[in-house]
């Protein structure tokens, strides 16, 4: 008797419109080596031949079973969750209607399972694309016991990068059916986006003996326009069903148990100077998140007030705290970049010691990015001046309900000059939550400035991303004077750079030059939209250090013929495009009263044509007339003819 491992393999097909490519996918699988095989075609009622077809290898092949949903469920879910209910094997496979496979896949996989020692076995894949042409990978070797492999998916998830390893997805897995069948589908929603991902993490946490990774490239993934069992579908898609059906898997005790919490953790940094009246709210607005997994940085950046000690105070009481006691001044921006030192998180954010975010922002930030398959988010933000101002409960607020995913340097960029994109904290360092591998990679010293040190920091950020996701929701709150409108923590004085003194004006040309330099490095093709930033930029230093009477301070002085005459030149633009459009403006009034002339010949010439009409409606009235008596007269004479003759 032989001992040879061959169980029987049930092979899921979900079948929506499929009529081009569906015998070639059927035909790979009845190819088999492996022979003890079973095959579901799941129809999800096609409005092609596709369920013909179905029907004719079912009726061929003994092997081979065929059903069709009632109604088209829009989803490519349905057919995978008839099949898993619907199985009879000991193990499950699943392959989309589009796709094929060599003749030794599913012998491969078993294999893999190295006589069912493990519960999953998975393989690489070739990406087929449209013209034929195949594009084959060198896969790192993915065999991990389950907790490995959990953590694994855990990372790619909080950091968007699903859909990147063959395990992150049921294509190409081989899973021991009573792990498949431990999962409860219809606990899904039909239109959850990434639907094959959720499903893949489902059997990996009801797995308890890992993945194995046999390195073939046997299965062969079409990449066809708007492809996917149901064309187009992952458009519509719900993200928000797969952020929370992933969340719910993570969450789970005998899940949670096992996932390294350093994976998820965010960190959030506060630099703190004299802002013991609003330190407390901001700190209860962070401690207060709905998302837990915390690391809080309170920098006291030689505070002269009570702030250090209230800070120490939130230390004791949350083990999330910690506080770095600097022994000089060195303001906010080298303030942020001491927490980030020492920080561990995966994501950064920076709140500001006056300020308050929202208590779902961190949560909602993070769930942008994920679900998005984005670097970063950005947030919208609320000022106010009274805690009164506040929204009850410090719930975010999103009146718009807009998200705008940008991806690529060049639109990033533009993007800071644009209104239209969504989250007006856009441009700041605050209102976003960031990937700890970019910010490590920014120069502080370079944005180290008591005021709009933000820009050039946010400047640097964008080199080192390249896709964000931009809300409309409120998750922080700025707190402004109501006097004047400026930021109680914000000053003009002490700009530094390398410990030295640099003036307000100075950094404003450095930071236009980096500007104009971005421009031309990513072809932004905004020399119009940059040349009035900079002009408004230099007016609104000057307007500010005139009102603060420190014009010649701070190392101003040499810059100040700069900045003016750069004022005087784009004066003199304003000046010659106001007379040019008072030329184009003068023009269209000559072009108008031209128009009025011939409007008002015309209409003299209608009136008279409506008199001409009027005499000639009466003249026709009377030769009617005429017409009618004539034709009377005529008829007389006829019958009196007719008479005569008689």
């Known amino acids: 008797m032989s001992n040879k491992f061959e169980p029987l393999v049930s092979i899921i097909v979900p079948v929506y419109n499929a009529e081009k490519y569906l015998k070639e996918c059927v035909d790979s699988l009845l190819g088999q ?17 596709s369920w013909k077809i179905c029907q004719r290898y079912a009726k061929r092949h003994k092997n081979i079973t065929s059903y069709q949903t009632e109604k088209n469920s829009g989803s490519p879910l349905e057919g995978r969750r008839i099949g898993v209910k619907k199985a009879k094997g000991e193990w499950i496979t699943f392959i989309d209607n589009d796709d094929y496979v060599k003749k030794d896949y599913i012998k491969h996989l078993v294999e893999g399972t190295e006589q069912g020692k493990y519960d999953i076995s998975v393989t690489g894949h070739s990406l ?61 929603p039909s239109n959850i986006y990434a639907e094959d991902t959720v499903m893949a993490l489902s059997f990996l946490a009801n797995s308890k003996n890992g993945v194995n990774f046999v ?9 066809l326009q708007g492809s996917g069992s149901h064309g187009g579908f992952y458009k519509r898609a719900d993200r928000d069903a797969f952020y929370d059906a992933c969340e719910k898997i993570f969450s789970r005790n005998d ?31 962070i401690l207060n998140q709905t998302y837990k997994n915390l690391e809080i940085i309170l920098v006291d950046d030689k505070t002269p007030d009570n702030s250090g000690k209230i800070a120490d105070e939130y230390a004791k009481k949350d083990s999330r705290v910690k506080v770095i006691h600097k022994q000089k001044n060195q303001g906010l921006n080298m303030a942020r970049a001491t927490g980030f030192d020492v920080s561990t998180g995966t994501y950064v954010m920076f709140v500001d010691s006056d300020d308050a975010i929202a208590r779902d922002c961190i949560e909602f930030a993070l769930r942008a990015i994920v679900k998005n398959k984005a670097e970063f988010s950005k947030f919208n933000v609320l000022s106010f001046s009274d805690d009164k101002n506040l929204p009850p409960k410090m719930s975010s607020v999103d009146e718009v309900g807009e998200e705008k995913v ?22 700041t360092v605050w209102g976003g939550l960031y990937p700890r591998d970019a910010v490590q990679k920014i120069d502080w ?63 404003a040309k450095d930071y236009l030059n980096e500007l104009e330099r971005y421009n031309k490095k990513y072809d932004l093709e905004m020399d119009d939209e940059i040349k009035k930033f900079i002009a408004w930029q230099w007016s609104d230093r000057l307007f500010r250090l005139s009102k ?64 001409e009409r009027a005499y000639l409606q009466d003249q026709l009235y009377a030769l009617s007339s005429v017409k009618r008596a004539s034709l009377r007269v005529l008829s007389k004479a006829k019958r009196k003819i007719r008479s005569m003759i008689k």
């Not at 390195?215 to 990449?223: A, Y």
């Not at 340097?409 to 000059?417: A, C, G, N, Q």
């Not at 030149?569 to 184009?584: L, P």
């Open 33 to 49: 080596s492996y022979k003890n095989l079973e095959i579901l075609l799941i129809d999800d009622h096609s409005t092609d031949e």
């Open 128 to 188: 087929l694309h449209e013209d034929g042409s195949v594009e084959d990978f060198n896969w790192k070797n993915y065999s991990q016991t389950t907790t490995e492999r959990l953590n694994e998916f855990y990372r790619h998830f909080i950091r968007g990068y699903y859909h990147t390893d063959p395990t992150d997805t049921v294509g190409q897995n081989l899973v021991r059916a009573e792990v498949a069948k431990k999962t409860n589908l219809d606990d899904l």
């Open 215 to 223: 390195d073939h490239h046997d299965f062969l993934w079409r990449q």
């Open 255 to 285: 899940v949670k148990r096992v996932l390294d919490e350093n994976i998820s953790k965010i960190s959030v940094i506060v630099p703190i100077y004299n802002v013991e009246k609003h330190l407390k709210r901001c700190l209860d607005s």
């Open 406 to 427: 940008i991806t690529g340097k060049k639109d990033l960029y533009r993007s800071r000059f644009y209104n239209k994109t969504v989250g007006i904290s856009r441009v």
């Open 445 to 507: 010293s370079k944005a180290n400035y008591r005021q709009h040190e933000d820009m050039y920091w946010t400047m640097q950020f964008l080199e080192h991303v390249n896709k964000g996701v931009f809300t409309s929701r409120v998750g922080y709150f700025y707190r402004i004077d109501e006097n004047n409108g400026m930021v109680l923590s914000k000053s003009l004085t002490g700009n530094m750079y390398n410990e030295t003194p640099i003036g307000y004006l100075e950094f």
């Open 548 to 611: 603060a009477e420190m014009l010649t301070s701070e190392n101003n002085f040499e810059y100040l013929p700069h900045a003016i005459e750069a004022v005087i030149n784009n004066y003199q633009d304003a000046k010659n495009t106001i007379a040019s459009q008072q030329k184009s403006i003068e023009a269209l009034n000559k072009e108008k009263n031209d128009l009025s002339d011939d409007i008002d010949k015309l209409r003299k010439e209608n009136y008279r044509l409506k008199k």
